[in-house]
């Protein structure tokens, strides 16, 4: 199937009726910390993958990932990284203390190795309480994030909603991963790692992820609420969408329904057509079923447009960053779209009849889109879509 | 101790006082322990050694059982799982695996999520909504009703879950279904 009108059986998707801009972005990567590094280091086309030294990887069958130098401490980094974002969106004092936080984060690989008593004062809800204090956020409606991959996607999108109908004007949205020794361990036992220590999404040949860093922030909120204090927004968030597959606990719907579904929601919520989108940061995880799962949905979805939008798997660069994905690659998303040059899709050794793509090869794309989307996709089917218009 | 019997009726007040905060109606509902017959959960193919994703599976299947008279071809479900500490049991084996240096086994790979259970959930009910897990009741009930508000769904599927963290408390868990004010179905036009 490829025709896009017979995906849109769901209820048309809703949404308030109100603007949604993006006024503040951090991040920190392998790249560095800044969204310079990130920008320059994904621009570069220069994959950040090298051997792990932060723990014993003697044992595993790979050891391979994109790490930051040394052994940074997740709740420092999210902290720092969320400040800058409020420093970047120009937030007074008193704006933040009425900015919620939504995090997307792992679990804290410190609970299983604690004392029992001691593991509730770990939680996610703990670390976030940590980071909004540290960064004068509201202690009140914090949000911790927990759906894997499509954690800090997901919370954007409930972001937007909750703005877009007036239910609150502010939120800093964050998300943070960073490579450590038990999720390596399990992502390594499950064999997904990819043994040439490359990832080569939707390419012949590719064998599987590796793991990245990865640690952003944004400060979304109301067109009304940005304009009120005179902050230029860096992007409109257009549009999103959040489906599921109803296929399997894991492994991702062969045809790409139910991501298919997502990118649909966020057209319709964005008010575009698929010609509009010029730009598709996939999730492109690099492993064989999911790349033309993805592949499947697009053409589902985009119908004729998915074989002309240019689209790469910035993953090939920076890694899979878990919970903190989606924000980091939709902050890809928008730098690459405002500076016009859109990231190369890396690794890439030859095609794949089942991932039929215009992906962007060899070198960066120069191009400024107007609008682009940023897909996320996770274990128990879980799918998001993303949508920025540039100002 | 706290008796069974006291913890799973609170876990399930408390799911309904969110959602009707929410604005939500409150299709079915379930909780475990429910009788003194629920002793151990039954065992989830495919998941091991921890009972975090088989509790939820079973609470999560009472309360899609009892809703099964009101529901309607064609409605999409959302899933929102809530847990405070997520499963423990599972990270503490795998941590302690490492630790030692010995393998970890390849299914402890495909559990390490919550949405793993989402997704068991998802096919076996076919619910083709979001999926979505977080750590707070009040937020869960709101995002669920987010959701149903933007037509993401017309129900959602809410689980809190939680492992028991010291000796001589209990595995608890509690499900709610819930519909928007209205019980919006697929295609019923929405200001």
């Known amino acids: ?53 932060r723990f014993d990887v003697s044992a595993r069958r790979v050891g391979v990932a994109a790490a930051m130098s040394g052994s940074p401490d997740l709740r420092a980094e999210v902290t720092r990284t969320v400040g800058e974002a409020c420093d970047d969106a120009g937030l007074s004092s008193a704006e933040r203390a009425r900015s919620p936080l939504f995090l997307a984060i792992h679990g804290n690989p410190a609970i299983a190795r604690a004392p029992e008593a001691d593991r509730p004062a770990l939680g996610p809800e703990a670390l976030a309480a940590s980071v909004a204090d540290g960064c004068g956020l509201p202690g009140e409606e914090i949000r911790c994030y927990t759906s894997a ?29 960073l490579v450590e020794r038990d999720q390596f361990a399990l992502f390594d036992a499950g064999r997904v790692l990819a043994d040439d220590g490359r990832v080569r999404p939707f390419s012949a040949g590719r064998r599987g992820l590796l793991l990245g860093d990865g640690v952003g922030a944004l400060v979304i909120e109301s067109q009304e609420s940005a304009r ?8 409109r968030l257009a549009g999103w969408g959040r489906s599921g597959d109803a296929y399997h606990p894991c492994q991702p719907d062969p045809e790409g329904r139910g991501m298919a579904r997502a990118v649909t929601a966020a057209l319709q919520r964005a008010g575009l057509a ?35 939008v240019p689209v790469s ?45 215009n992906l962007v090869l060899g070198e960066g794309l120069a191009a400024t889109p107007q609008f682009a989307m940023s897909l996320n996709a996770a274990f128990g089917g879980a799918n998001t879509a993303l949508v920025i218009g540039l100002p | 101790m706290t008796s069974p019997a006291f913890l799973a009726p609170h876990g399930l007040a408390a799911l309904h006082a969110a959602a009707a905060a929410a604005g939500l109606c409150v299709a079915s509902s379930a909780s475990w322990p429910e009788t003194d017959a629920d002793g151990e959960v039954t065992p989830l193919a495919g998941f091991i050694e921890s009972t975090f994703s088989p509790l939820i599976a079973e609470v999560a299947q009472r309360a899609l059982r009892r809703r099964d008279q009101h529901s309607t071809p064609g409605t999409v479900t959302a899933i929102v799982l809530i847990t405070a500490l997520g499963d423990v049991t599972s990270a503490a084996s795998v941590a302690a695996a490492v630790d030692a240096g010995r393998r970890v086994p390849p299914l402890q790979f495909f559990q390490s999520v919550p949405n793993a259970v989402a997704g068991y959930l998802a096919a076996r009910w076919h619910l083709t909504g979001p999926v979505v897990c977080v750590s707070g009741t009040s937020a869960g009930l709101v995002l669920a009703a987010t959701l149903i508000d933007d037509a993401d769904a017309d129900e959602a599927l809410v689980v809190r879950a939680d492992l028991a963290v010291t000796d001589g408390e209990i595995d608890r868990a509690a499900a709610l279904v819930v519909t928007g004010p209205d019980r919006d179905r697929p295609g019923t036009p929405r200001a």
Not at chain 1, 5 to 25: E, H, K, L, N
Not at chain 1, 228 to 235: E, I, K, S, T
Not at chain 1, 288 to 306: H, I, M, N, V, Y
């Open chain 1, 1 to 53: 199937m490829t025709d896009a009108a017979a995906v849109a059986t769901p209820p048309a998707a809703r949404r308030g009726s109100g603007s949604v801009v993006v006024t503040g972005a951090a991040a920190a990567s392998a790249y560095g910390r800044g969204t310079r590094a990130l920008l320059a280091g994904v621009q570069s086309g220069v994959p950040a993958f090298a051997p792990v030294s």
């Open chain 1, 228 to 235: 009120a204090r005179r902050a230029p927004p860096l992007a």
């Open chain 1, 313 to 357: 798997s910035t993953k090939s660069l920076h890694g899979q960053c878990l919970e903190a994905s989606g924000v980091l690659e939709l902050i890809v998303t928008l730098l690459a779209a405002r500076t016009g040059l859109l990231p190369v899709n890396a690794g890439f050794l030859g095609a794949d009849e089942r991932c039929q793509l």
């Open chain 1, 149 to 177: 991959c499509v954690a800090a996607s997901t919370a954007i999108a409930d972001a937007a909603a909750l703005i877009a109908r007036g239910r609150a004007d502010r939120v800093v949205v964050a998300g943070g991963y």
């Open chain 1, 274 to 308: 698929p010609a509009d989108l010029g730009y598709i940061n996939a999730h492109g995880s690099g492993t064989g079923q999911s790349d033309p799962s993805e592949t499947g949905a697009l053409r589902l979805a985009l119908g004729d447009a998915a074989a002309t």
